[in-house]
């Protein structure tokens, strides 16, 4: 995988003397908050506390010649050990064409995105897939397999067909030196409705991924967890996620229904989210999502209902803000409260000016 990447670049380099444009970028996302935590289900119980909450930084390279599109990325982070996160979080390289796009690397998969664009608390300190507190990742209402990423990929997405439908594919290659050998695949369809201006209106589809590798994710061991091909694997399995959204300029709701059937377990999980939002004014949104994980044979402890409700800003100059509350109350006595006040900075410079691209 990484003399594909290394060829991938060279062909980049080479391409950009023929270059129509050609283009490099760094970004950076700096998220923090102040939480206060009580949980009947944490060592710590009761606090307050500062977190960082998904604070990254990236280069983009971005080629076109003709109707090519070479682009590589590469994004690092804080390593978070109980995600089981690396430091290096994305680092992929593809070309888009008009008969589609091919990709390979590390990359959130289109499994992980699709419930991740439903979230409007992903990367926040009110989320938790599992009811426990978490400073990134997803709501209570996703799997786990919403959160990290998917590494030694190679996927292909078709162009735009009938009038907004896009078909994805992919493999994900285990290592001959990690406890996971197999390969994994992974598959899905999404509809894209737009309305005047071509504006996102509504969207529908479904992402399916079947896990052959039997090690699955270890809270707390990053070094275990960075073995395995697809992050937050439950071990060998096969998930479906179905979801659609729909979206005007003043509020957008979304629904997100996973059947995760793990081969250990003798029931599938269910997982639902529902999310909604609603424009106050241009700068400032209220939004709300009603969790819900069914999870009886395997786990009853992780059984239950999640809400959260928070207000988001735009302050401008790239800062943005939150204030948010999130109860998750699991079926087993005992539940879990969040409220978090967050702050979040987004830069990003042209660095091919300066390079003289």
């Known amino acids: 995988m990484q003399r594909m990447l290394a060829a991938t670049a060279l062909a980049l ?33 009761d606090e307050y506390d500062t977190v960082n909450n998904a604070s990254k930084a990236g280069l983009a390279l971005s ?20 995600a ?9 390289a593809g070309v888009d064409t008009p008969l589609g796009q091919l990709l390979i690397g590390r990359k959130a998969n289109d499994y992980r995105l699709s419930g991740e664009r439903l979230d409007p608390f992903y990367d926040t300190s009110v989320t938790g897939f599992n009811g426990r507190e978490a400073r990134e990742g997803a709501s209570f209402g996703l799997s786990n397999l919403t959160n990290g990423f998917t590494t030694n990929t ?21 290592r001959e030196d990690a406890p996971n050998d197999e390969t994994d695949y992974a598959a899905g369809a999404d509809y894209v409705i737009t309305g005047p201006d071509d504006q996102y209106l ?10 052959e590798n039997p090690a699955s994710f270890a809270a707390g061991n990053v070094d275990r967890n960075s073995l395995l091909t697809v992050s937050g694997s ?9 979801h659609g959204s729909f979206r005007t300029p003043r509020y957008s709701v979304g629904v997100s229904f996973e059947n995760v059937d793990v081969a250990a377990e003798p029931e599938p999980r269910h997982y639902l989210l ?11 949104q209220l939004a709300a999502t009603y969790g819900k994980l069914d999870f009886e044979a395997g786990s009853p402890a992780l059984s239950g209902d999640g809400y959260s409700l928070g207000v988001i800003h735009k302050i401008g100059m790239g800062f943005s803000g939150y204030l948010a509350a999130r109860q998750v109350m699991l079926d087993v006595p005992g539940d879990s409260t969040t409220i978090a006040l967050g702050l979040a900075y987004d830069f990003e410079a042209d660095l091919g000016s300066i390079l003289n691209f």
Do not use: C, M
């Open 63 to 82: 080629v076109k010649h003709d109707a090519l599109h070479w682009f590589a990325r590469v994004d690092a982070g804080e390593k978070n050990e109980k």
């Open 13 to 45: 380099v080479a391409q950009s003397a023929f270059a129509v444009e050609t283009d490099l970028s760094f970004d950076a996302h700096l998220a923090g908050s102040v939480r206060h935590l009580d949980s009947d289900f944490e060592a710590v119980g």
């Open 154 to 174: 190679v996927a292909y997405t078709t162009p735009s067909i009938l009038g907004g439908l896009r078909l994805n594919a992919a493999g994900y290659f285990g």
């Open 84 to 92: 089981g996160i690396e430091s290096l979080r994305q680092l992929y």
């Open 274 to 284: 529902v999310s909604g939002s609603y424009s106050l004014n241009a700068s400032t």
């Open 234 to 242: 439950p071990g060998k399995s096969e998930s479906v996620r179905v």
């Open 202 to 211: 509504a969207s529908a589809g479904v992402q399916y991924i079947k896990i």
